[in-house]
């Protein structure tokens, strides 16, 4: 069976009978989910708020703009009947200091299906998305592509301003649970943003294989050709809590690579949480997924000229600094080992 390669395990929960582990699947948790009941299992309905930091001033009227029309959606007492459907009941107040997004995941799943959970990575990004929408209007009318979207919570913030999103993961179970957040949150949508759920494997490179348009049946999540060229369009890309292999670290960049080199000039927001592991080779406790990812970048001030006389193609990062970026989100503590990173891609000049 091949692994995942679109989202991140966390160290293994504490516990369990490790004795046969042919027959029992190790679960993990993010430490996101550690306020939710003890020993629930399937799909899970939590509200991620966000309020206006007293710092920030938003551009215009552009929070009170932005926020209207949640009512419809996001602030809800959400359950599921006895078929497993979800009721969605209208609360009478809406809060004007505080708005959401309602997501549904897994508080504990395996390590391939860790895409049902919410990461902190995810997180700070949303952080960082919401920043921008509320206080330029970088984002507005935008194509963007979030790769290894797991709940897509951060691509549903985008969807507030952006023209077309892209949520793209790998694997039905996780893009089902995408999918369903996208319904879930359909009211704030209020500009009528075109949100597409696509299916992408990065061991497959890009771009993906298409269906032909109107010709049922297509596969779920396939992508067509228009969509496609749309996504090669796309001047945003956004990633959260995707580096943590390095034989997927591998993979993405390759798909990146592909992906960046075409099409319109793109940008890529990716956070990060660095995980540690006592290493044999240097007696000491290291995150070598990290400095493995690090090695993919130049720094952006740097000159990505080669040893010849021709500029070779490189990717460019540089590390956002977290302390300009206020807290909105409400239900995670940031900590010191989460970044967000600004990765360019210097093409081959003609």
Not at 299 to 315: S, T
């Amino acid at each position: 069976m091949k692994r995942r390669a679109e989202s991140p395990p966390p160290p293994p929960l504490n516990g369990g009978d490790c004795e046969d582990e042919e027959e029992e699947e190790e679960h993990v948790m993010s430490e996101v989910h550690l306020g939710c009941p003890p020993g629930s299992s399937g799909p899970h309905i939590s509200q991620f708020t966000f309020s206006l930091p007293p710092e920030v001033k938003p551009i215009g009227n552009r929070y009170n703009d932005l926020v209207r029309g949640e009512a419809h959606s996001i602030h809800q007492i959400v359950s599921l009947d006895e078929d497993g459907d979800l009721v969605l009941t209208r609360r009478s107040e809406l809060s004007n200091q505080c708005r959401g997004v309602t997501i549904q995941h897994n508080i504990t799943s395996s390590i391939p299906s860790v895409g049902l959970q919410v990461w902190r990575a995810e997180l700070i990004l949303a952080d960082f998305v919401l920043h921008k929408i509320f206080t330029s209007t970088e984002f507005d009318e935008i194509v963007s592509l979030e790769l290894g979207a797991g709940t897509g919570l951060v691509g549903i913030l985008l969807a507030r301003v952006a023209k077309t999103v892209f949520l793209t993961d790998y694997g039905d179970e996780i893009l089902d649970n995408c999918a369903k957040n996208v319904r879930l949150n359909y009211g704030m949508f209020s500009h009528q943003a075109s949100i597409y759920v696509r299916e992408l494997n990065w061991e497959t490179s890009w771009p993906p294989a298409a269906g032909v348009e109107n010709s049922p049946p297509r596969k779920r999540y396939s992508w067509t050709s228009s969509e496609i060229e749309e996504a090669q369009r796309a001047s945003l890309l956004v990633a959260a809590d995707v580096i943590y292999s390095n034989n997927l670290t591998d993979a993405f960049f390759s798909m990146l690579e592909r992906l960046m080199s075409q099409g319109s000039e793109k940008v890529l927001y990716l956070a990060l949480e660095k995980r540690y592991n006592f290493s044999l080779d240097d007696l000491d406790v290291v995150a070598n997924g990290y400095s493995h990812f690090q090695s993919y970048l130049r720094d952006e001030r740097a000159d990505c000229e080669g040893l010849g006389y021709e500029p070779l193609p490189c990717f460019m990062g540089k590390c956002i600094d977290l302390t300009q970026i206020p807290q909105y989100v409400r239900e995670y503590e940031r900590g010191n080992d989460v970044e967000i990173w600004q990765i360019k891609y210097q093409k081959r000049k003609s």
